[in-house]
């Protein structure tokens, strides 16, 4: 069982599921001459890794508070938040059911094979990975059907992005803040790939809070790398998400889409399609740092820095953050 907490005077439930600190790690100069530098959250440590550990903190420990008999939730075939939950599910001892894009492979691989080895249950729908608003009615449905057999099932949507579950990333600003502090710089800019918007909420939300309790301080600006049409690429749902998780943290200060930055030049033809680019973006970050992207996600995001440092959006000298979010089990499958 893991332990136990909570945030701050919010009385927030937190569980400990992942190893906290990541790394900060000097990735050397771009292009331009600015300065690279690499969060490490491909290294939470829960079932194999990657960023939605610091959601799923918050989001099991709220499952808990209302005494759950399972976890349901719902993502691509290849997503790396549902194995994640699956791992949270195995931790816990709550049973999993996954309700996945795509029909059922004649064998599991990457995500998929890792899920199955933690226990869930995987649901596969015959959806496009990119048809979200179905894919969640197939949620919908099927914690329909487990209450109507008994169970309490604590159901999360896409990404785990719901208020609770961005305050994992609301925290995650004032680990990167207290890092740079302790490297002796000062961070000009968070770059990440976003697609449905909770750690971008929650990155905002720590903005806020840190705005509001310095206002002389300076502070990065947050640069979402979109990935996904829709939800991803709406400032104001962004907004409202990063709003709900201040009103969560008895924060007063509220956030405008003036904050919100969503760079879609990156995302290729739609959500969880190569490209070029990201390919390309991957092999220089094997290479410079052995840096290990996964084609469709996160590989998308540093596209889009290395991008944005191309045309010169970056000065020379200044420090660019990127979290890296994880995704390597995608690398392991056959396409």
């Known amino acids: 069982m893991a332990d136990r907490g909570f945030v701050a005077q919010s009385k927030i439930s937190r569980i400990t599921l992942a190893t906290l600190p990541t790394p900060l790690e000097s990735g050397g100069k771009l292009q331009s001459g600015a300065n690279l530098w690499v969060k490490r959250d491909d290294l939470t440590g829960l079932g194999v890794g990657g960023n939605k550990a610091r959601k799923l903190e918050f989001l099991c420990g709220e499952a808990l508070d209302n005494n759950a008999t399972c976890l349901v939730t719902v993502g691509a075939a290849q997503s790396n938040h549902c194995r994640m939950t699956a791992a949270a599910g195995a931790r816990l001892n709550l049973p999993t059911h996954l309700v996945l894009s795509g029909v059922k492979p004649k064998q599991l691989e990457g995500n998929q094979m890792l899920s199955a080895m933690f226990g869930a249950t995987l649901h596969h729908t015959g959806l496009d990975a990119n048809d979200w608003a179905n894919l969640e009615s197939e949620r919908a449905k099927l914690t329909e059907e487990l209450v109507c057999s008994g169970h309490r099932p604590h159901?999360?949507?896409?990404?785990?992005?719901?208020?609770?579950?961005?305050?994992?990333?609301?925290?995650a600003f004032d680990e990167i803040i207290a890092q740079c502090n302790l490297e002796n710089f000062v961070a000009d800019a968070i770059v990440f790939t976003t697609s449905s918007g909770g750690t971008h909420a929650?990155?905002?939300?720590?903005?806020?809070?840190?705005?509001?309790?310095?206002?002389?301080?300076?502070?990065?600006?947050?640069i979402g790398i979109g990935v996904a049409k829709g939800v991803a690429l709406s400032a104001s749902r962004v907004a409202e998400l990063a709003n709900q998780t201040l009103a969560l943290l008895k924060e007063?200060?509220?956030?405008?889409?003036?904050?919100?930055?969503?760079?879609?030049?990156y995302m290729g033809s739609d959500y969880a399609v190569p490209t070029k680019a990201a390919s390309d973006a991957a092999i220089w970050a094997a290479h410079r740092g052995a840096w290990v992207l996964d084609p469709v996600y996160s590989a998308k995001g540093?596209?889009?820095?290395?991008?944005?440092?191309?045309?010169?959006?970056?000065?020379?000298?200044?420090?660019?953050?990127?979290?890296?979010?994880g995704g390597l089990p995608s690398l392991f499958v056959a396409h």
């Open 252 to 265: 007063s200060a509220r956030t405008s889409q003036q904050d919100i930055i969503i760079d879609a030049n």
């Open 155 to 171: 159901s999360i949507p896409i990404g785990g992005s719901t208020a609770v579950g961005a305050i994992g990333y609301a925290v």
């Open 202 to 222: 929650g990155l905002i939300a720590g903005l806020v809070r840190a705005r509001a309790n310095n206002p002389q301080k300076q502070l990065p600006k947050i």
């Open 302 to 325: 540093f596209s889009g820095l290395l991008g944005l440092d191309a045309n010169a959006e970056f000065g020379e000298n200044s420090n660019i953050v990127f979290i890296h979010t």
